[in-house]
């Protein structure tokens, strides 16, 4: 595993963890309540069969779960397709090497936009009010990056990557904390949540691909390097943590 993606995945989990982990342990104590007066149902084969979630434990997986993450992800996917799409015609006109592999990280990241404009429908959730602006923003520091060089676009990516790869652990880590601990009471959680694990899974691993693939392509290189990804950094957290609110 490349240093920099184990960098990346020890970046702490953003305000979503919390706001869940929150709602969780409220639910955990409802959870328990209505354990001991609803005991599992035991099977034909004399096995414990698991009871479904309750009603604030359904509530809890459609609001905080699908509202918040799925809105700032959608948002956070499309920034990155935006970035890509306004750093390629100065990078690939300096560095036509470049245009494989800048159109293999704009196709996945519209792979994981088309992925949660799906989820946002589906779940009948509302993109970011701030959907424009945020175009806007994305689109700027694309082509800003671009116009300084090769090194300051990659740096741009190794910014942007590392606060989302952790800001997908973060909504990774306390999934599976929830489905533990219900799953420990007796419920069942259901194939829908353990999809959305998968899916992030696999989405967090591309964008740590991404990570490791600015870093060999001279990030580390553009100068004053951790000004450049420090103010980039911080303008992710703003966002995503405007994003989780409006």
């Keep these: 595993m490349a240093p920099t993606r184990c960098l990346a995945r020890t970046v702490r989990g953003l305000t979503t963890r919390s706001m869940c982990a929150q709602a969780a342990r409220s639910l955990s ?12 149902t035991t099977g034909f084969n004399g096995q414990k069969t698991r009871k479904p979630l309750t009603k604030e434990q359904r509530e809890f ?10 809105r700032v992800n959608q ?5 990155a397709t935006l970035i890509y ?9 300096q560095h036509p090497h470049l245009r494989p592999l800048l159109k293999h990280m704009y196709d996945q990241e519209a792979a994981h936009l088309s992925i949660f404009n799906t989820l946002l429908h589906r779940h009948r959730v509302r ?6 602006l945020w175009s806007v923003l994305a689109t700027g520091l694309g082509w800003s990056t671009a116009v300084m060089g090769r ?8 910014a942007v990557e590392t606060e989302i ?11 599976l904390e929830m489905i533990a601990e219900w799953e420990a009471q007796g419920f069942e959680v259901g194939g829908e949540i353990r999809d959305l694990v998968s899916t992030l899974r696999r989405i967090r691993d591309e964008e740590l691909e991404h990570l490791d693939h600015a870093v060999e392509h001279d990030a580390k290189k553009a100068e004053p390097h951790w000004l ?3 103010v980039i950094r911080a303008g992710c957290r703003g966002a995503i943590w405007v994003s989780e609110r409006v």
């Design 29 to 40: 104590t409802t959870s328990s309540n209505a354990a001991s007066s609803t005991e599992t």
């Design 61 to 70: 997986l459609a609001s905080a779960v699908s509202t918040i993450q799925l």
């Design 75 to 79: 948002a956070g996917e499309l920034a």
């Design 85 to 93: 799409t306004a750093q390629t015609p100065p990078l690939v006109r």
């Design 127 to 132: 993109p970011t009010a701030l959907y424009p």
């Design 151 to 158: 090194e300051a676009a990659m740096a741009c990516t190794e």
């Design 165 to 175: 790869g952790g800001h997908y652990n973060g909504q990774i880590r306390t999934l």
């Design 228 to 230: 450049l990804t420090g």
